[in-house]
């Protein structure tokens, strides 16, 4: 079976959150750090990984992220700090400058 996450990526002031499901959290992290594959996430400048849970199976990490956007926003924000009091960006040296606008220009064209 497939390895699933479900991530919460932030803005730099840390007043939005967005919750995602992937089957690869360095990738998509990229993703979302070169403005790629969300709309919502490009506008609220959603770039800084805040947290994220691996599952056994894909399934998993769907019900959980379904479960988790029901939420209210304290709920999120407790689950996020027991893990990383601090909300910073847990992605933050996976990648170079460069890694994140290469990719960036690769979509551009």
């Known amino acids: 079976m497939k390895t699933g996450y479900v991530y919460i990526m932030s803005n730099?002031?840390?007043t939005v959150l967005y919750i995602g499901v992937t089957n690869s959290v360095e990738r998509r992290a990229l993703e979302h750090k070169a403005g790629v594959g969300s709309k919502f996430c490009n506008r609220?400048?959603?770039y800084y990984l805040v947290f994220?849970?691996?599952f056994q199976d894909i399934t998993g990490a769907i019900e959980r992220e379904k479960q988790m956007k029901l939420w209210k926003r304290e709920w999120k924000e407790n689950l996020i700090r027991q893990n990383n009091p601090e909300m910073i960006d847990l992605a933050a040296e996976w990648y170079t400058?460069?890694?994140i606008a290469e990719l960036?220009?690769?979509t551009v064209r």
């Open 44 to 46: 609220f400048q959603c």
């Open 52 to 54: 994220y849970e691996d």
């Open 97 to 99: 400058e460069a890694q």
């Open 104 to 106: 960036k220009e690769s």
């Open 12 to 14: 730099k002031l840390r």
